[in-house]
Each structure stands twice: as structure tokens, then as C-alpha cells.
């Protein structure tokens, strides 16, 4: 099946997405904006030779469980609950890239041993004495990482980790039906860079280990095997709403089903709650003060 694909960039969060030209696209659903232009169409292309988790939870199951989550509450605008009604659910596959790679370690460096010592002074009186002393300790090791590194525009990487685990057994290859009503964001990295920050990340992470290990490292040696590497696309349902001037973004997981987002605060019911004790209270004493 073919679908008629066009791919549009939004010009304030700089993502890119894939979409289904039958569905009309009016606006950013990352950040909510509007400022979006149609861009070179030929990019469809690079989202094909990637694998795909499909939806399990349909669009009417995300709506119901975000409107169970919004009627939840006393200071939710009621406007924002009909909005939502309003613009529906959209569904969005996020690109995430995963490394499964060795990383071997060599390290030397000196761990500190501080043991008390106690002599006698110039007086003849006895005098106890901290010494520091360091101990050449050297060590390596080999590891097996496998890392999800986020290659998203439109969700911070720790936004984005929030929906891990990522049921990636469940993927399949590509196929344009997937995309039906559907939109898909081009990668915002290509396999060498996506294992850049893959490597930066082994690199803390065993670099805090052999800190573990010594108390100060002189020589840290570390190095990378090609890695098994494939660019999954995550499926996710989002919300958005602009309530003065603020836009929210109500993120379900299409997998699981987990909801992630801040429900906005109604300034209206916010201001009664403040104005209608005060009223009460003018109320009181006026009636005291006259009686």
C-alpha cells in the first residue's frame, strides 16, 4: 500500500515529521505552534529502512484515558476539557536509536589510605598525626552496553526516556500503512551520530565506575566495537492545548497506555477560591458590625 506522504518542518522546534496527507495538519504537536511550512517530500524516504512498533492502544482507548485523567481534580479549566474533545488525539511515531556495542576499559591510578600515627613533640608530649598515602591500583574490564539514545526534535531525551521500556521485540520493518492518519518524525541523527553520544554515555558511565576503584585516576584508556545498531520508531498519542498563551502537551504511551503531562491550573476557579472566603468574611463582619 502507498500512501501520498508530505513532510512538513516546524520553524520554531525545528522538527520534522512525516504525515498522511488525507489527515490535515494545522499545527506543531511538540510545542503548538503554527509557524510550520511544507519542506522537500523526498525525506518520507529516510523512515523507510527503519523499524516500526506499532500502536497497540487505539485512539478511542487514549481518549478515554486521558479524559478519566483531566475530569480528575478541582482547578482544571473546563474549556480545556472541551478543547481536547475538540482537536482529538494524535498519533506520533518518536525515532529512537538503539547501540548494542562492547566497551574495554584500562585504567591505572592511586587509591588514598589515610591511617593515624602518634609521636612524641619537641616538648615530649605526644601528638597524633593524619598521613595520606597512595596506592598504585591499575585494573580493566570489558563490558556489554546496549543503550536507547532519543533522536528527537520535538521531546527532551529525559521526556522521551520516561516512556522506556520500549517493547522493541514487538517491532517490525516499515511499512506506509502504519502511517495511516498517522505522522512519523525524521531522525534528528544518523547512525554516527546517535553513537557518539552513545559512546559519551559508556564513557561516563565506566569512567564513574573506576572512580569507584581509586581515588584518582592517571591513565583512563577506553575503546569501542562496531555497534549492532538499529532506529526504532515509538508510537506515542498526544494532546495539545493552548491555555493562555501556555502550550500543554498530554503524552500517552501507545504501547502501555501511561499517561505523562501537567494539567493547566484555571485561573477563574483559582480566583473564586481566593475571592469567595473574602466575600464571606466582609460578609460576617459587616453583619456584625450592624447588628
Not at 497497540?56 to 482507548?61: A, R
Not at 547512525?191 to 581509586?214: I, R, W
Amino acid at each position: 500500500m502507498s500512501l501520498d506522504l508530505g513532510v512538513k518542518q516546524c520553524i520554531d522546534c525545528n522538527a520534522i515529521v512525516v504525515y498522511d496527507r488525507f489527515k490535515r495538519f494545522l499545527k506543531c504537536e511538540f510545542c503548538g505552534s503554527e509557524n510550520i511550512e511544507e519542506v522537500d517530500r523526498s525525506l518520507a524516504d529516510k523512515i523507510k529502512i527503519d523499524k516500526i512498533i506499532p500502536f497497540k492502544i487505539t485512539e478511542e482507548e487514549a481518549i478515554k484515558i486521558f479524559e478519566k485523567w483531566i475530569s480528575k481534580g478541582l482547578w482544571e479549566p473546563g474549556e480545556v476539557k472541551r478543547e481536547f474533545r475538540r482537536t482529538s488525539a494524535k498519533g506520533i511515531y518518536i525515532p529512537i536509536w538503539h547501540y548494542s556495542f562492547d566497551v574495554n576499559t584500562y585504567w591505572y591510578g592511586h587509591e588514598k589510605k589515610v591511617r593515624k600515627q602518634t609521636e612524641n613533640t619537641a616538648t615530649g608530649k605526644l601528638k597524633t598525626i593524619t598521613i595520606e598515602e597512595f596506592i598504585p591500583r591499575s585494573g580493566s574490564r570489558t563490558e556489554r552496553y546496549s543503550l536507547f539514545i532519543p533522536s528527537s526534535k520535538g521531546f527532551t531525551p529525559g521526556e522521551f526516556m520516561r516512556h522506556h521500556p520500549f517493547q522493541i521485540e514487538n517491532a517490525i520493518p516499515f511499512s506506509d500503512e502504519y502511517l495511516i492518519e498517522k505522522q512519523a518524525e525524521i531522525s534528528c541523527l544518523d547512525k554516527n551520530g546517535g553513537f557518539l553520544k552513545a559512546q559519551e554515555e559508556a564513557k561516563t558511565s565506566e569512567h564513574e565506575h573506576v572512580m569507584t576503584q581509586v581515588d584518582r585516576i592517571d591513565t583512563f584508556n577506553i575503546s569501542f566495537s562496531e555497534p549492532i545498531s538499529t532506529l526504532y520508531y515509538v508510537p506515542v498519542w498526544i494532546f495539545g492545548f493552548k491555555y493562555y498563551s501556555k502550550y500543554y502537551r498530554i503524552i500517552i504511551n501507545g504501547i502501555t497506555g501511561e499517561l505523562f503531562g501537567k494539567k493547566p491550573t484555571s485561573k477563574t476557579k483559582v480566583a473564586l477560591a481566593i475571592a469567595i472566603p473574602s466575600v464571606i468574611i466582609i460578609i460576617t463582619v459587616i453583619y456584625l458590625l450592624v447588628r
